[in-house]
């Protein structure tokens, strides 16, 4: 625990300072790596055989376990790598030895290397020597693959035998029961621990005095040089800080503040109370030598300094949290919406449970030595502390869960105010209240361990948790105010980009997304470890899970998929950016008609996704040598049912390229007609007359008949008939249906409207109008000009329309 804690303090402190921390050497290269396979084999074995004995001795303690863990882990990476060229090798092997092997004879079949067609030449000697030679080195490196593999399976084993191992001794300690903190004994002798933790303490502090190990670090140049460098860095980030709250601060007379400016003086509250004290504190820690590293009699003087450290780090944090998340002195720039009671309440409880947590820490390092073991001689010490501490978290962390402290500004209705988080966050409330008091009765039974274990866990999560929704609230605040359009950054992206002042962005959620996704992950590996998980067993585990799973001869592991993914995203990216610079620059540039521009579209469009998803699996790693597999396997998924898709498919690439159809033409295929919208790889869009749209497969358009109006150009007809009366003038019913034709705006001069006297029938004198329209979307405007003009030209002539008599009505049969 104080491992983990002192290693993610001291890491934030690297990316924050980079003076303050001391490098690292990298390990010097393993030089088992230039042995015979066969010795490597040999000696990974007995190192295994060793560790596997060592494991199975009981009570290892945490550095015999981490000394096992850390062989095991090597020998596992050696293995790994000799694994991996082993693979590399029999892949080249492969590639030489494929065009030796047999090849299939459509006439005679499958034929041997060594019994060749009879219509080929006999194979020679040496190429049959160096095909059994590649042979057999690809089956000794398949030999090594295998042996790499067991290692491997069986460092496995061991690596799980040691995580069982160390559960166990964690176990062990913390479900010990020791002394009960009331029961008489415990205070009979609880001087005797209290006078030896004393005497232990004051032997620590003079051995750490007596060593000058304070007094080494000032002498030391180097050191000296990168504390003066941070010193000035702090200072230089305090004055900017100061700058910065002047004109962003909550300082301002500013009567009412918008929720970004609330969110940037928060931030910047946060860094000043926080961040800034926090890396002050972590430069003092670096002047402290090294507790493992140290003699034993001082380790229980530097053990206390560090938690002395630690808990002060603690105290900021969660101080300056709450001051700038709650301003319980300055409501109106507040940024969680808690109610000024609340708000106030809730600040002052959290507060002084961190100030009892921050002064219960040391006290406890100071009298219990090491925990959570710690040395049998303050037992009974270390089981009245625990009690003492678990009380005092129930007494300061109960106030803090009440349901007054957690009251949002809203008001419900019959002016109840609500509850921050609703009910959810109730019986969160309800669950920590719960394992607190259970913390107390574990304390009050003698499992001191367990007790002290659970409430230092218990608050790390909490702080982690809250921690991470501070840190979620703030990058979706600052992503989406770099992208709003009122904001300097949105402006350079819109016009970066050449998008509308008011163009919506859609970026930031994708961002906001992958920021809590990274969140999720540091909590659930962080808070388990503070519960006891072993940090290692984690990190190996995700580490395995990254190094992916085999395809056949491919390995692919989920950042090649990442890769992949980016890869493809950036090519389409790159697409789309080449079809608007098609669109708006060049193709406007080209003398053609739109619907070549469209088509030229289209085909840019589904020749940049296939390019993109190429490249997004050549990011993968898989070899494109063996395609015949692949174009195999894909007919074999077109004849189990994509036949149709794979046809619709072909057709609309042929409907691109051989354009018997155009975006704008009007066709009638089976029962649908109506203007085609979009011509897409499997199906064509069409707008009815009804203004809907019809999804018809492009292979309609290929295999039954097609009728295009607008195939040559946008001319059409109108066919209109006309029955007069008998005794009409016919040759005055020509020339009123000519003269309306003329007349009509929509037809064209060439070709002229023709009429034709059709037939005498017993009904009338039956004629026809045939007129050509300019275009034939203006068929129903020009059909009803010509109608109206007909009608009026009849009844001014005095000619009247022939009566189609109504159809026989059939009698009924007979009875019989």
């Known amino acids: 625990m104080t491992k983990l804690l002192r290693f993610i303090l001291i890491g934030v402190l690297w990316l924050a300072l980079p003076a303050v921390v001391l490098g690292q050497a990298s390990p010097p290269p393993s030089s088992g790596e230039q042995r015979p396979f066969g010795l490597m084999v040999e000696t990974w074995t007995r190192a295994l055989d060793q560790i596997a004995q060592e494991a199975g001795r009981p009570n290892l303690i945490d550095a015999e376990i981490e000394r096992l863990r850390n062989e095991t882990t090597m020998i596992r990476q050696a293995a790994s790598r000799a694994a991996e060229q082993a693979r590399d090798e029999g892949s080249s092997l492969r590639t030489l030895l494929a065009p030796l092997e047999a090849r299939p004879d459509p006439a005679l079949g499958t034929k041997t290397p060594d019994a060749p067609p009879t219509d080929q030449a006999p194979e020679s000697e040496a190429l049959k020597a160096q095909r059994d030679r590649l042979r057999a080195n690809l089956a000794l490196v398949d030999a090594r693959v295998k042996q790499a593999e067991l290692i491997i399976a069986r460092a496995d084993q061991l690596t799980a035998q040691i995580a069982k191992a160390r559960s166990d001794q964690f176990a062990r300690i913390v479900l010990r029961r020791k002394h009960p903190p009331l029961a008489p004994s415990t205070w009979l002798r609880i001087g005797d621990d209290i006078d030896f933790a004393w005497k232990t303490q004051m032997e620590a502090w003079r051995a750490l005095a007596d060593s000058g190990a304070m007094t080494t670090a000032l002498k030391d140049a180097e050191h000296r040089g990168r504390t003066i460098a941070s010193v000035i860095g702090l200072a230089i980030c305090w004055l900017g800080l100061v700058w910065l709250r002047r004109y962003h601060g909550r300082g301002r007379a500013i009567t009412e503040p918008s929720y970004r400016e609330r969110a940037i003086a928060a931030l910047l509250d946060g860094v000043g109370m926080v961040a800034l004290p926090v890396l002050g504190v972590l430069l003092a820690v670096s002047w402290l030598p090294s507790v493992e590293a140290s003699p034993e009699a001082m380790r229980p003087a530097l053990t206390t300094l560090l938690n002395v450290a630690y808990n002060a780090i603690f105290f900021l944090v969660v101080y300056g949290l709450s001051e700038a998340s709650l301003t319980p002195r300055r409501p109106t720039w507040r940024l969680l919406p808690f109610s000024a009671h609340s708000a106030e309440a809730f600040c002052a409880r959290i507060q002084r449970l961190a100030g ?22 303050v037992a009974r010490l270390a089981s009245v502390l625990g009690f003492a501490i678990a009380v005092g978290l129930l007494a300061f962390g109960q106030p803090a869960l009440r349901s007054d402290a957690w009251q949002s500004s809203e008001v419900a209705e019959g002016d109840t105010p609500r509850l921050i988080g609703g009910y959810p966050w109730l019986l969160g409330r309800l669950g920590l209240s719960t394992l607190l008091i259970a913390i107390v009765v574990a304390a009050l039974l003698g499992y001191t361990a367990l007790a002290v274990h659970a409430s230092s866990a218990l608050l790390g999560s909490v702080l982690v948790v809250v921690i991470a929704m501070i840190v979620h609230a703030l990058v979706r605040d600052v992503v989406h105010a770099a992208g709003a359009p009122d904001t300097p950054p949105g402006r350079w992206l819109r016009r970066v980009f050449g998008l509308a002042p008011d ?174 919208r979009r011509i897409n790889v499997r199906a064509t869009e069409i707008e009815t007359g009804q203004r809907a749209m019809v999804i018809v497969p492009n292979s309609e358009f290929l295999q039954s008949a097609v009728v295009n109006w607008t195939y040559a150009d946008n001319v059409g007809r109108i066919d209109l008939p006309i029955s007069v009366v008998h005794g009409s003038d016919a040759d005055k019913v020509e020339a009123i249906l000519r003269q309306a034709a003329e007349d009509n705006p929509h037809t064209v001069a060439v070709p002229r409207a023709l009429v034709m006297f059709k037939t005498i029938s017993p009904v009338g004198l039956e004629f026809e109008l045939r007129a050509h329209v300019d275009n034939v979307a203006n068929t129903v405007a020009a059909q009803n000009a010509l109608n109206r003009s007909i009608l009026a030209g009849l009844a001014e002539a005095g000619i009247a329309l022939a009566a189609v008599p109504p159809p026989a009505v059939r009698p009924p049969p007979a009875a019989t």
Not at 356 to 377: C, D, N, R
Not at 525 to 535: E, K, M, S, Y
């Open 356 to 377: 009892f947590v921050s002064l219960a820490g040391p006290i406890t390092a100071f009298w219990l030595l090491q925990l959570p073991a710690g040395p049998v001689e």
């Open 503 to 676: 163009a919506p962005i859609h970026g930031p959620f994708a961002i906001v997304m992958l920021a809590d996704l990274l969140l999720l992950v540091i909590v659930c590996v962080l808070v388990p470890v503070l519960w006891g998980a072993d940090l290692d067993d984690i990190l190996d585990k995700a580490k395995r899970l990254l190094t992916g799973f085999s395809i056949g001869q491919h390995r692919i592991s989920p950042i090649d998929m990442v890769v992949a993914l980016l890869v493809f995203v950036a090519a389409i990216t790159a697409v789309r950016l080449a079809r608007r610079g098609l669109r708006e620059r060049f193709l406007p540039s080209l003398n053609m008609q739109d619907d070549i521009r469209l088509t030229i579209d289209s085909m840019v469009n589904y020749v940049g996704f296939i390019a993109a998803v190429l490249l997004a699996i050549s990011a993968l790693g898989i070899d494109f040598t063996n395609l015949a597999l692949i174009v195999g396997a894909l007919s074999v998924g077109i004849g189990l049912g994509l036949q149709n898709l794979a046809n619709n498919t072909i057709s609309g690439v042929v409907l691109l390229l051989e354009r018997p159809i155009k975006v704008g033409d009007r066709v009638i295929v089976g029962r649908h007609e109506g203007i085609v």
